[in-house]
């Protein structure tokens, strides 16, 4: 079976996951999504979560926050690390959202407009502040400002996901996700035709 497992340091993304992946996977790669509780439940549990994993053919995705690491590397190089520790003949991929899962909803105010039935969040996007999001050290407080409270953590990322444009550039994090997903999607693609 050929199988992305993403293993998520919470909830929220593993929600917007759930609702981005679906609109550009190919239905004959399975999917699996593990949300931990929080970084240091994700640190603590992966190496054991992917060493125990039953499918050899699984390539896994870890996504985790940068939060306040001040390089977005370490965090980077430390999931690595731990990666390496599970001892499998496996594709590991990390991806670090810089600074936090909600910059790559920042980087894409029509879609934050869209789901949250707001009006005139897009053209926002123009203003120096949201054309590199990556660089907003609290996003998700941002984006709570801009919603007037609207967005909430696990609700609002299911329907941002949604929404979001598979080719959006101004997150590099959220263009390095995709570019990830989509190597790994067309290497599992690869092996199954070669089967």
């Not at 399975?30 to 549990?45: H, P, T």
């Not at 370490?74 to 496996?90: D, F, H, P, S």
């Amino acid at each position: 079976m050929r199988e992305l497992v993403f293993l998520l340091e919470e909830a929220s993304a593993k929600a917007m996951l759930q609702s981005l992946l679906p609109r550009f996977l190919d239905a004959r790669i399975q999917q699996r999504l593990i949300a931990f509780e929080g970084k240091q439940d994700l640190e603590r549990q992966m190496v054991r979560r992917i060493k125990g994993y039953a499918n050899p053919s699984a390539r896994f995705i870890v996504l985790r926050d940068q939060d306040s690491t001040p390089d977005c590397r370490i965090v980077k190089n430390r999931l690595l690390g731990l990666c390496a520790k599970a001892n499998r003949q496996a594709t590991y991929l990390v991806r670090v959202a810089c600074h936090e899962l909600e910059s790559f909803y920042l980087a894409d105010l029509s879609a934050v407009e869209i789901s949250m039935g707001l009006t005139g969040l897009a053209r926002r996007q123009r203003s120096a502040r949201f054309r590199s999001s990556d660089q907003i050290e609290k996003p998700s407080l941002e984006l709570a400002r801009l919603t007037n409270g609207k967005y909430q953590k696990v609700s609002g990322s299911r329907q941002l996901g949604a929404h979001l444009d598979l080719t959006n550039q101004r997150s590099v994090s959220f263009k390095n996700l995709m570019l990830g997903i989509r190597k790994l999607e067309r290497e599992l693609l690869a092996l199954q035709e070669s089967d």
